[in-house]
C-alpha cells in the first residue's frame, strides 16, 4: 500500500511537469500535430499512427495520412509519454484499491477470530489507515522481513458512546495475514501471540539489538496522535533490553529478553510507574 501510494505521487508529479498540448490535434484552430510529407509509410506510421486516449469512457485520437521518423514532433513524444504516464497511474491505483480492501478483509477476519483477548467484537475497523513514515516502514522491513506493521484506526465500543482508537497490526509479508495486534500506545494491550512472535529473529550484536527493539517502539507511538509521547532511553542487561516509552515521564516499557545467540525469546510491556509485567 505505501510503494503503491508513491509511486502514484510520483507519476503524479511527473505527469504535471509535462510542458506540452496533448489534445491540441483535437481542437480547429490548432495545427496538426503531424505535418504531411512525402516520406515513405513505414513501419513507424504503423506503429504510431494513433495517440489515443481513452478515460472513463472519452476518447479521442488521430491517424496521420503520412509519418516520417524526421517529423516525429516532441508533442507526439510527449502525448505517448502521458498517455503512458495515465495508463500506469491508473493501473496503480487500482491495484492500491484492490490491496486495501484485501487488508481491510483480513483486519475484519481477524478481529472475529481474537475473542476474549482485549481486542474483541467490541472493536470495530473504522475504515482507515494511519501512514507510517517511509523511512521507518524500511526500517522495519530491514528488522523484520517476514512481517508488515500497519496501524489502523478503530472503533472501540466498550462502553458507549464508541470512541476513536488505534491498533498496531503486523500481517505476514507474503499472506497478508494478520497474525497479531496491539491496542494504542495507552492501553499497550496486545493478543497473545505477540510476546512470542519475534521468536524468529536474531540480532547480531547489540547495536542491532537496539535498533530492532526502537523500530518497534517507534511504530508503538504513532498509534498515539500525542506529540509528547516519545522514545526514551534504552539499557541492555543480562541478554534483557528495556526500552522506555515516554509520556511527559516513563509510562511504559517495552522489554525483551534474548537467548544466549542474541535471538528474541519474548516481548512484552512493563508499567512505567511499578515496573510490573501488563498482563494480556
Not at 136 to 159: D, N, V
Not at 179 to 201: C, Q
Not at 233 to 246: G, S, V, Y
Request: aromatic share 12%; glycine share 4%; charged share 25%.
Amino acid at each position: 500500500i505505501v510503494a503503491s501510494q508513491k509511486t502514484s505521487y510520483n507519476i503524479r508529479r511527473s505527469f504535471n511537469a509535462l510542458d506540452c498540448q496533448t489534445a491540441s490535434w483535437m481542437r480547429p484552430d490548432k495545427k496538426p500535430v503531424f505535418h504531411p510529407t512525402n516520406g515513405r509509410e513505414g513501419e513507424t506510421a504503423t506503429l504510431l499512427s494513433r495517440c489515443l486516449l481513452k478515460f472513463g469512457g472519452i476518447s479521442g485520437g488521430f491517424a496521420p495520412r503520412h509519418l516520417n521518423r524526421s517529423t516525429f514532433s516532441c508533442e507526439m513524444k510527449h502525448c505517448v509519454i502521458k498517455t503512458f504516464l495515465l495508463t500506469l497511474f491508473f493501473s496503480l491505483t487500482t491495484v492500491f484499491a484492490n490491496a486495501q480492501e484485501n487488508v481491510e478483509a483480513k483486519i475484519v477476519e481477524y478481529l472475529k477470530d481474537v475473542k476474549n483477548q482485549n481486542i474483541s467484537s467490541e472493536h470495530s475497523f473504522a475504515g482507515k489507515f494511519i501512514a507510517i513514515p517511509q523511512q521507518l516502514q524500511e526500517r522495519l522491513e530491514k528488522h523484520f522481513p517476514k512481517h508488515r506493521f500497519l496501524i489502523a484506526e478503530m472503533y472501540s465500543c466498550g462502553h458507549p458512546p464508541c470512541k476513536p482508537d488505534s491498533f498496531l497490526f503486523i500481517t505476514d509479508a507474503q499472506s497478508g495475514k494478520v497474525v497479531t495486534a496491539m491496542r494504542s500506545f495507552y492501553s499497550s494491550f496486545t493478543t497473545k501471540s505477540f510476546p512470542s512472535l519475534f521468536n524468529i529473529y536474531q540480532a547480531t550484536d547489540e547495536t542491532d539489538a537496539e535498533e530492532k527493539l526502537r523500530a518497534i517502539g517507534e511504530a508503538i507511538i504513532f498509534t498515539s496522535s500525542n506529540n509528547s509521547v516519545a522514545i526514551g532511553n534504552f539499557q541492555m542487561k543480562k541478554r534483557t533490553a528495556k526500552l522506555e516509552l515516554t509520556w511527559g515521564e516513563v509510562f511504559r516499557v517495552l522489554r525483551a529478553k534474548f537467548d544466549k545467540n542474541l535471538r528474541f525469546k519474548s516481548i512484552d510491556f512493563l508499567d512505567g510507574r511499578s515496573g510490573k509485567k501488563l498482563s494480556l
